[in-house]
C-alpha cells in the first residue's frame, strides 16, 4: 500500500481525512510544498528522519530551521546521522519528499521540534510527495503521538 493510502486510512479513523490536500505539482522540498500551498516556508512542518542506535527517530521542525548539531547531540547523546533514502522507505514507511509522522512502522518515535511553536497551523506531508494537511500545535502532537516538544533546531 503506498504511504499515503496508509496516511489516509489513518486520518480516516481520526475523521479527518477530508483534509488531506493533494496537489498537481510536487510539494517534496520545503520551497515546492509553500509554492503549492501559497504559505511560507517556515510553516512547512519538515519532518526529519534519524538513527539514534537502533532506533528510528523522526524530528517535525519549522520548514526555516536546520538540526542544531551540539543541541542534537545534548538530546539523543549521539551524533545526528540522517536516514538514507533507502532506510527511509524501509524503516519509516514513506519516502524521502512525503515523509511524515503519521502512519508510520512500529517503533519510530516522533518528537516535534519547538521550532514549530511560533505558528498557530502548520503543513505536514501525508506520506506522497504532493500532499499536506493543515494542522494546528496540539492536533499535530496528538495525531503524530510525539512523545515530546524538544529543542534540537537553529533558524
Known amino acids: 500500500m503506498m504511504a499515503i493510502e496508509?496516511?489516509?486510512?489513518?486520518?480516516?479513523?481520526?475523521g479527518i481525512a477530508e483534509r488531506i490536500q493533494e496537489f498537481?505539482?510536487?510539494?517534496?522540498?520545503?520551497?515546492?510544498?509553500?509554492?503549492?500551498?501559497g504559505c511560507e516556508a517556515c510553516r512547512i512542518a519538515k519532518t526529519l528522519s534519524f538513527k539514534v542506535g537502533e532506533e528510528v527517530v523522526l524530528i517535525v521542525c519549522a520548514g526555516d530551521a536546520r538540526?542544531?548539531?551540539?543541541?542534537?547531540?545534548?538530546?539523543?547523546g549521539t551524533k545526528a546521522k540522517m536516514l538514507t533514502p533507502d532506510e527511509a522507505v524501509e524503516l519509516v514507511g514513506h519516502a524521502v519528499g512525503g515523509v511524515c509522522p503519521f502512519a508510520v512502522n512500529d517503533g519510530v518515535k516522533v518528537y516535534?521540534?519547538?521550532s514549530l511553536e511560533r505558528f498557530e497551523?502548520?503543513?505536514?506531508?501525508?506520506?506522497?510527495?504532493?500532499?499536506?494537511?493543515?494542522?494546528?500545535?496540539?492536533?499535530?502532537?496528538?495525531?503524530?503521538?510525539?512523545?515530546?516538544v524538544i529543542d534540537v533546531c537553529k533558524l
Open 24 to 37: 498537481n505539482v510536487s510539494s517534496a522540498t520545503v520551497e515546492l510544498a509553500a509554492a503549492a500551498l
Open 112 to 114: 516535534l521540534d519547538k
Open 121 to 148: 497551523t502548520v503543513f505536514p506531508a501525508c506520506g506522497s510527495s504532493n500532499s499536506a494537511i493543515e494542522l494546528t500545535i496540539p492536533e499535530l502532537v496528538k495525531y503524530s503521538q510525539a512523545i515530546a
Open 67 to 76: 538540526i542544531d548539531n551540539p543541541k542534537y547531540k545534548a538530546q539523543f
Open 6 to 14: 496508509r496516511v489516509r486510512e489513518y486520518f480516516e479513523e481520526l
